[in-house]
């Protein structure tokens, strides 16, 4: 019990005793957690992008080191080398693409089609993929190419953002507090 007294209410005052209502949203405060929601539907189809693309490379690997007699022995190190490679680009997807992401989502339109969203997400996974190798090598005094990066990320943003086109679109169909609809809260 404290001596302060009651904050005042807030809104139009209800006499009949019904429930109060909570007042409306400010418009479009809702876009942000379905850009969120977005992002991450992306970066999740991202990671299993690179780890098809590591499985095939890895395959191709073992596949050569038996044709060269290798006997299939180097599939420890087509493991270790490739799973650190997978932890490498998915740390970077998380730390630079889901902002990317969360950023691109937030400005494509609510009906965007699935060529232009995944063109957009293309574009801001080379400009991701070729920033990340450049600020590296910076770092590193080495000089690496930003272009194969900025293919590899083009072409997985590209593709998770196709591939997740319509789990988005029924999110954004869905209406609010929907029963069983995860709509990014």
């Not at 044709?67 to 997807?93: D, E, N």
């Amino acid at each position: 019990m404290t001596d302060q007294p009651a904050p005042p209410a807030r809104g139009p005052v209800e006499t009949s005793g019904a429930a109060r209502t909570s007042p409306p949203s400010a418009p479009g405060s809702d876009r942000w957690s379905l850009a969120a929601a977005d992002a991450w539907t992306v970066v999740s189809r991202c990671l299993a992008i690179l780890l098809g693309l590591l499985a095939v490379a890895g395959a191709v690997g073992l596949v050569s080191d038996v044709a060269a007699g290798g006997g299939g022995q180097a599939i420890t190190s087509i493991a270790w080398i490739g799973g650190l490679a997978w932890l490498v680009h998915a740390l970077a997807t998380l730390v630079v693409g889901y902002p990317a992401g969360l950023f691109v989502s937030r400005l494509l339109p609510v009906g965007a089609s699935r060529a232009g969203a995944g063109v957009a997400y293309a574009l801001a996974g080379a400009g991701c993929g070729a920033g990340t190798i450049v600020v590296l090598s910076g770092l590193a005094d080495a000089d690496f190419p930003g272009w194969p990066w900025a293919v590899l990320g083009a072409v997985v943003a590209g593709g998770a953002r196709i591939w997740a086109h319509g789990t988005i679109r029924r999110r954004h169909a869905a209406p609010a507090g929907a029963p069983g609809v995860f709509r990014g809260r």
